[in-house]
Every structure is written in C-alpha cells, then in structure tokens.
T-cell receptor, first 111, second 116 residues
Framework: GESVGLHLPTLSVQEGDNSIINCAYS??????FIWYKQESGKGPQFIID?????DKRQGQRVTVLLNKTVKHLSLQIAATQPGDSAVYFC??????????FGTGTRLTIIP | DTAVSQTPKYLVTQMGNDKSIKCEQN?????MYWYKQDSKKFLKIMFS???????INETVPNRFSPKSPDKAHLNLHINSLELGDSAVYFC???????????????FGSGTQLSVL
C-alpha cells in the first residue's frame, strides 16, 4: 500500500538554530498534509497543515513546504527551543476519510 | 477542560483478559477515531466513527470492538488480550471532512496497554 515516510529518524539541533524535518509521501492523490508534534507521554498535537494547492505555509516559528513534483514535505522550525524536543510526524489525507502517518522523526534540541 | 480525554492512562493486564478503554470528546466533533502506536512510534488507524456509525475498520481483529453510544464517546473493548496488543492506544476526534474544511485530528493523551 501507499505510505508516508521520513528521510531521517533522528535529528539533533543546537538551541537557537533552525531545524528542518523532511517527509516523503507516495500517494499522488493526497490533497492535504499535516505536521504533528508528540511530546513524551502525550498525544500528537497539531502544528501546521497545508493543502495541495499551496507550496508554502507559515505559522509561528514554523513553515511547511510542499513539493508535489517530488512528493516531498518539510517542516522548518526557526530558532529552536528546548520545548521543541519531540517526535514529529507528517500525515497525509488521500481523500478516504483517514490520515496516514509517517514513521516520525525524533528532534532533540541541544542546550 | 481536556478536549479529548481517555481513560485509563495505563492498563496492565494478563493475557486472555478482556479490557475496555473509554474516550470522550467535548469539542462537538462528529467523527472519532482509535489509533494504535507501536513501540517504534508508528501510528496506525484502527477505527473511525462518524455520528455513531462505523466508517473505517482497518482490518483489526474481531477481538477489538469499538462502541459509540453517542457522537461524543467512542469506547474500545478488547477481548482475549494477546501479548502483541501491547501498545499505546490513542483516541482522536475531528469535525469530519466537509467541503472547504480539512480533516484536522485532535488526540487524547493515550492509554498505554501492557499485556503480560
């Protein structure tokens, strides 16, 4: 079946630096993508989303980029803080009423 | 107030037992879900209910039976628990896919199930 995958399972970034988490998806019919953040012992929390008719969307300190040509999604976090340490998931909606999640990237912010 | 709440947070039980996990959402959402997260953090959908009706069942064994008494509740009952059922189970809810709106899920804090 189709899947959503990540290039890197772990990422360590110095506090204050920017981080980029990448995600590859394979379902060309997906029209909506979400990034979630999961802290230890908690459920995933919504960070930012993007529709397929856009290629960039910005939030507070976060930016999502979508490249439909190569089926690639990325999450950029600016000026990382210790509280950004978590597992980050990308998820796609292929129009079948469910979100398919990627395998997750563990981001560690080094003080 | 917690938007999506599930109980218990931890559940330790013996193989072969029957157990239930409860979930309630106070967001007024129409759609609720159960997801399973394994030890490698992989999140996989199990069930989805819209207004008390089952709309997604992802080839989950019959031992798992969701029950939705109303659209604010989606409970998960598991019969004859097996070692492989050990995981974290997340309940979630959403407004449901509507024209011009997206399927943003709100998750509960999870129930860690350990089958011994």
């Amino acid at each position: 079946g189709e899947s959503v995958g990540l290039h890197l399972p772990t990422l360590s970034v110095q506090e204050g630096d920017n981080s980029i988490i990448n995600c590859a998806y394979s379902n060309s019919a997906s029209d909506y993508f979400i990034w979630y953040k999961q802290e230890s012992g908690k459920g995933p929390q919504f960070i930012i989303d993007i529709r397929s008719n856009m290629d960039k969307r910005q939030g507070q300190r976060v930016t999502v980029l979508l490249n439909k040509t190569v089926k690639h999604l990325s999450l950029q976090i600016a000026a990382t803080q210790p509280g950004d340490s978590a597992v980050y998931f990308c998820a796609e909606n292929g129009g079948n009423e469910k979100l398919t999640f990627g395998t997750g990237t563990r981001l560690t912010i080094i003080p | 107030d917690t938007a999506v709440s599930q109980t218990p947070k931890y559940l330790v039980t013996q193989m072969g037992n029957d157990k239930s996990i409860k979930c309630e959402q106070n967001l007024g959402h129409d759609t609720m879900y159960w997801y399973k997260q394994d030890s490698k953090k992989f999140l996989k959908i199990m069930f989805s209910y819209n207004n008390k009706e089952l709309i997604i069942n992802e080839t989950v064994p019959n031992r798992f039976s969701p029950k939705s008494p109303d659209k604010a509740h989606l409970n998960l009952h598991i019969n004859s628990l097996e070692l492989g059922d050990s995981a974290v189970y997340f309940c979630a809810s959403s407004r449901g896919r509507r024209e011009g709106e997206e399927e943003k899920l709100f998750f509960g804090s999870g129930t860690q199930l350990s089958v011994l």
